[in-house]
């Protein structure tokens, strides 16, 4: 799960399986979600979930299992930075607006 006080967040997180089928004994992902507990894969399998969901990579037991991880994100400063000029922008289109 992603957590900390940092300024950058990740908001999504990805997985794609790149070990051939019986190159490896055990792994997989571990979601924490109601209807997905544990997801086994194939090779060119892409899983896609909230990065605030709580998940991990299961022990691989015997052989080598390969994957790319990738996450989006997000930062506070130039989230906020966007809605200030948003801001503006429309005050200054409109500078009397009624209520």
């Keep these: 799960m992603d957590v900390g006080l940092s300024k ?16 490896y004994m055990g792994g997989g992902l571990w979601l924490d979600a109601s209807n997905v ?3 086994k894969t ?13 998940h991990k990579a ?5 052989g080598k299992r390969n994957s790319l991880v990738f996450w989006g994100q997000f930062r506070d400063d130039i989230a906020k ?3 200030d000029n948003a801001n503006r922008k429309a005050k200054d289109q409109n500078p009397n607006p009624t209520v």
């Design 8 to 23: 950058h967040h990740r908001v999504i997180s990805a997985t794609i399986e790149l070990s051939p089928k019986g190159s």
């Design 37 to 39: 507990k544990n997801v």
């Design 42 to 54: 194939e090779r060119g399998t892409v899983v896609v979930f909230p990065s605030i969901m709580r």
């Design 58 to 62: 299961k022990t691989v037991w015997w």
């Design 81 to 83: 930075k966007q809605i």
